[in-house]
Each structure stands twice: as C-alpha cells, then as structure tokens.
C-alpha cells in the first residue's frame, strides 16, 4: 500500500501546478546554498561555527511554525478527504500514508540545508563525515515530523470555536513578524535614517556568544550541529550517540502521534453542517446615500463576515496584524514609521477579502436570478469593505501620525486613502476574475476545510493596492513635497478608482456570473476557465 501511495504522489506533484512549487525550490535551494557557504567558511575560521547552529535553528523555526501561517491549508497533496471510508482498517491506511510524508520539495530543501553539517564534520575525515550524514537524515526525520505534526493539531483544533481565534491570532503574529520583523535589524544598522542620516553601522560577524551556542544546541532544532561538531572533535561515543538516539526517537514519537490523529480522522465520518442560530430576516443597516438594496448587502455581509468560519479566521486576522505590526516597530528607534502600518492595513483588508463570490458558493444563484441585484451586490460589497477594514485602516494611519508626529504621516494618510479605496474597488472585481472555488458554503463546518487557495489573487492585488499607496507621495514629492498637492491627488485617485471599477464588476457579473455557478455546483474552478474559451 506504501508503494501504491508513493506512486499516487508522485503523479499529482508531476501533474499538477509548478509554478508556486518552482519558485519555492529555486529560492529554498538558494537560501540552503547560502547556509553551506557559510559552513564552508566557519571551517576555515572566517566566521564562527555558531552561526551554522543559529541557522539550523531558523530552518527548524520555518517547520514548527510554517504550518501555522496558513492552518487553513492541509500541507498533505493526498487529502484525507480521499481515503476516508476506504475499506482498509483506519491505522494501517495512516500508517502506509505518513511515509509518503517525507517525499516532498520541504524535505527536499532542508536535505540541502543540512548538508552543511556534513561540510562542518569534513576536517574530522570519513568517520566524522559518514556519523555527520546520518546526524542528518534524523534530524531532517525529526524536522519533517515536527511540521506535520503541528499542522495536523491545528487542524484539529480550527473545528473548535477556540480554535478560530488560536488560528487568527498565530496567523497575525506571522504575518506581523514577515512584515515587520526586519524593522528591529534595519533600525539597528541605520539608526537615525528618521533624520535623514543614512550612516550605516555594520555588524561585526566574528564568534556567537558561548552561552547562546550552548541554548542553540539544547534546543532538538541544533541537536544534529551537536553530532556533526562532536564527530569531527572526537568527543566520545556517548557524545554522538545521545543527541542521535534523541532524534530517531522523538521523530518515531511524533510520526507516531500524526498517525493516530489521521486514523481519527479517517474513522470518524464527515461532519455536517447545521446552523447555530435561526435563519431569520434581519434588518438592515440604515446607511446614507445608499438604496435599501445596497444596505441590505451591506447586513448581509456584515453579517457573514463573523459568522462564516472561513472568514472569520481572514477577519481577525486582518485586524490583529496591523496591530501587531505597530508593537513590533514602536520600541525601535523607527517610530517616525509607524503611520505607514495605516497602508499595511488597507493591504491585508484587500487580501483577505479577494474571494468572497467563491467563498459564497453557490448561493450565487439568488443574485443571477432577482433583476437588478447585481449592481447593488456589487455597491454593496464594497461599502461592507469600507466598514469593516477601509474606514479603520485610515483611521489607524491618521492616529499614530498624530501620536508620533512624523514627517512621513500626511503621505501616509493619503496612500491609506488611495489604497482603501482600490482595494474597496478592486476586490470584487479579482473576486470574479481569480475565483478560488472550494468547499460550498453550506457545507463548510470549520476553517480547516478546502474554501478555495486565492494565493494567486493575494499576490495579484498586493502589488495594485500597494502601488495605490505610494501614488500619492510620489505625486506630491515631483510636486516639490507639497502636502495639499499629496491629498489631492490621493482624493482624485480614489474618486477615479471608485467610479470606474464598479460598472467593470457588474459587466463581469453579468457575463460570467452562469459559469462561476457552474464551477461552484462542481467545485472545479476549470470549468469557468472552458466556458469562457467556448463563449469567446
């Protein structure tokens, strides 16, 4: 059965898409091409050996808490959704699965990372290289183990209502710390950059501390750096054999523990979904300028954004990360920066809100069905955008330029407008280009489940909304650093973005809305993609 698995796998990573997985092999390979470099030249005393250990440690972090960036995501290409009711006992069918596990291009990656162990253990000669070798193949064993097993506890854990919350919340904070985490490191080498000094202090990149070696070893992440340095030093049997062993069998243990909760999963049968409150009519929510139509797709999305368990993880955690990102800049010499976290805000609210027709499933059918419910659908959606993160992320900029003063607040201000306002518009009409069709609507039960992977869009409508952004400073810097000039262009930007992009949206809807149902009912966005081919 391991080997009909095996195959299985093989066939979906060579058939199925390379773009995302080229892209992450070429960079993995090169960030691993970097490490042993650097073990080449601690072998040579250029730098400390240290620095191996602390980047074992990194590429140890990125298993532990890779998973836990997208607990959304099931990392496995053979779903367990396949299997379940298979006629083969629950624990074997785990147990032949959980090797396939460690085919993949992240054990691929971290093989070439640890390598430079075994070029650190080379100056000690073959015995050293050969004990260098299997310290790691157990500690890559460790590692991928490591990585399966927390994605899938957060993936048991996203089926309860706590769950949600744990899962915005670590999703926040890693979002926060890959957008804001270099700040402390730039801040530290350019400390008056605020005051227009761009005098670099350069970091000295001799020896680690002794006391932060020895924390780096503890930790099971450098416990192969302790094999590989105590082969090549001939530090005795006992030295080797001991971190070795620790490996192996916290690896066996944790494989152990990802079979037991896949056997569970494969044993107990899909959940269904039922509503915890009574579906009635609410009322809407009265809004100026607006027409009772448009105010009551407001409610409506109001209304689904927390209750919808895809959304709600997207929700929070577009709330939280700007936040965060706040309190990571604040104790840093950079406060001048704070304000741009009003931009970073518009983002993430873009980001999170690009699938909404395909998370809504096939509900679709009410919109295509009631004359004139599209255009208001479309209005509609936006103004619920502009509550929920445009409207929050210019009052966030415009608080902390208040509070810090910086020189840099008035261009912020004015990008968080401009941004707000694209990603207001520019969101439903990516909805309808790029849809990312999963699991319907009335059948997601927990966050866990396939809603659909809008990668694609996300990375589409980064760059557009933060390009809005920086518009306006550019405008007002060629202008010679007006700050009228600044607001100005940010308003006629948004006006412009905000009275062209809906007529756009509706003229999508009205076109492609029949083949996004379609695609929806048979959850397979190619559908969409063939129709549009017969239609043109």
Avoid at 94 to 123: N, Q
Wanted: net charge positive; charged share 10%; proline share 8%.
């Amino acid at each position: 059965m391991t080997r009909t698995l095996f195959a299985l796998k093989l066939r979906l990573l060579r058939n199925g898409p390379h773009n995302e997985r080229a892209f992450s092999l070429v960079a993995g390979l090169l960030l691993a091409a970097l490490v042993i470099a650097g073990a080449s030249l601690a072998t040579r005393g250029v730098i400390g050996e240290g620095w191996i250990a602390a980047a074992c440690t990194v590429w140890g972090g990125m298993w532990l808490f890779g998973p836990l960036a997208q607990p959304r995501h099931d990392p496995s290409v053979i779903s367990r959704e396949w299997l379940r009711g298979y006629p083969v006992r629950p624990w074997r069918l785990a147990r032949a699965l959980s090797w396939t596990e460690l085919a993949g291009l992240g054990p691929l990656i971290t093989l070439a990372c640890l390598s430079s162990l075994v070029v650190l253990a080379a100056p000690g000669g073959p015995a050293a290289v050969a004990v260098a070798a299997g310290a790691v193949v157990a500690q890559l064993y460790l590692l991928v183990w490591v990585g399966k097993m927390v994605a899938a506890l957060a993936a048991w854990l996203l089926q309860t209502r706590a769950g949600v919350t744990m899962a915005a919340v670590q999703t926040a904070i890693m979002l926060a710390l890959s957008f804001a985490g270099w700040v402390p490191i730039a801040a530290w080498l350019l400390p008056r950059l605020g005051e227009g000094d761009t005098a670099l202090v350069v970091p000295s990149l001799g020896h680690l501390p002794g006391p932060v070696i020895d924390v780096l070893t503890a930790l099971p992440t450098g416990w192969g750096y302790s094999v590989a340095v105590a082969a090549r030093d001939d530090a005795g049997a006992g030295t080797v054999m001991l971190p070795l062993v620790a490996l192996l069998t916290v690896g066996a243990l944790l494989q152990l523990g990802w079979i037991a909760l896949t056997a569970r999963t494969l044993r107990r049968p899909p959940r269904r979904a039922t509503p915890r409150r009574p579906a009635v009519p609410g009322r809407p929510v009265p809004l100026p300028f607006t027409t009772p139509q448009v105010a009551a797709v407001v409610s409506r999305e109001l209304a689904t954004w927390p209750r919808d368990p895809a959304r709600g993880v997207e929700l929070r955690s577009a709330w939280l990360t700007p936040l965060l990102m706040a309190l990571v800049i604040a104790p840093t010499g950079w406060s001048w920066a704070l304000p741009l976290v009003g931009p970073a805000a518009a983002v993430f609210g873009a980001m999170v809100a690009i699938n909404t027709y395909a998370l809504d499933g096939t509900a679709l059918w009410q919109l295509l069905t009631t004359p004139g419910a599209l255009r208001a659908d479309a209005r509609g959606r936006m103004v619920a955008w502009a509550v929920l993160f445009g409207v929050p992320s210019v009052v966030l900029a415009a608080v902390l330029w208040a509070v810090t003063g910086s020189p840099l607040g008035g261009a912020a201000v004015a990008g968080t407008v401009t941004a707000a306002a694209t990603a207001c518009a520019v969101a439903p009409l990516l909805a309808l280009v790029m849809p990312a069709v999963g699991a319907d609507a009335r059948d997601r039960v927990y966050p866990g489940q396939q809603a659909g992977d809008p990668t694609g869009g996300q990375m589409t409508i980064f760059p557009v909304v933060l390009l809005a952004a920086v518009l306006p400073g550019v405008i007002g810097g060629i202008s010679g650093g007006s700050g009228w000039v600044t607001f100005l262009a940010a308003v006629l930007l948004a006006g412009a973005v905000l009275c062209a992009t809906p007529t756009l949206t509706v003229r999508l809807l009205r076109s492609r809305g029949a083949g996004l149902l379609d695609a929806m009912a048979s959850r397979d966005a190619a559908v969409l993609a063939s129709r549009a081919n017969t239609v043109s």
